[in-house]
């Protein structure tokens, strides 16, 4: 939709479109917003380690960045966060999955069924999507949903890499 502002100028806006409720915890998650850094850059988008920051906030529920990354804003910008790795374990459990020691994974058959249910397709295998959940050894990494070759959220990326975002809202 577009929108004109007060300047006569028009800037594309874009609102929350939830593609999927998360029948265990009630967050509804967007369709894919594109593919951004997560934090750890300069406003030039050069990798500075300064910018490697988190906090918690006053629940502890969630983290959230005390720079600004890009992958952040772009939910935040549809009313919307990024995703806890604790939300992408819950949503992986909707589908058919197996427990491991570094937490659920998709089966086979789980892969489908979550494509499926989040219209996701046509998506690269080895897509990564981002969370908002820094690694606590390492700010400059966060994990990441290893898309539909792992189907886990078991590793984590230097966040001024390029990777998928998805957005979600809810509890």
């Given amino acids: 939709m577009m929108v004109l502002s ?4 028009s800037i594309a806006t874009k609102q929350f479109t939830g593609v999927y409720t998360d029948r265990l915890n009630k967050v509804s998650w967007s369709e894919r917003q594109g ?8 406003s030039n988008g050069n990798y500075d380690p300064k910018k490697c920051t988190l906090e918690t906030d006053a629940a502890s529920r969630h983290q959230v960045e005390v720079e600004s990354s890009r992958a952040a804003t772009v939910c935040r910008d549809i009313g919307a966060r990024l995703p806890t790795k604790i ?3 819950s949503l992986i459990r909707n589908f058919d999955h197996a427990e491991a020691s570094f937490g659920p994974y998709l089966t ?5 069924e979550m494509r499926n249910a989040l219209d996701d397709r046509h998506t690269d295998p080895f897509d990564l999507l981002w969370t908002s959940s820094v690694d606590p050894k ?3 990494r966060a994990f990441v949903f290893s898309g539909y070759n792992y189907g886990h959220v078991g590793h984590t990326l230097y966040r001024h890499s390029y990777d998928s975002v998805r957005c979600v809202v809810g509890p």
Wanted: charged letters at 20%.
């Fill in 6 to 9: 007060s300047t006569a100028h």
């Fill in 35 to 42: 593919i951004f850094s997560n934090g750890c850059v300069d």
């Fill in 87 to 89: 939300e992408f374990e």
């Fill in 108 to 112: 086979y058959r789980g892969q489908g």
């Fill in 138 to 140: 390492s700010p400059e």
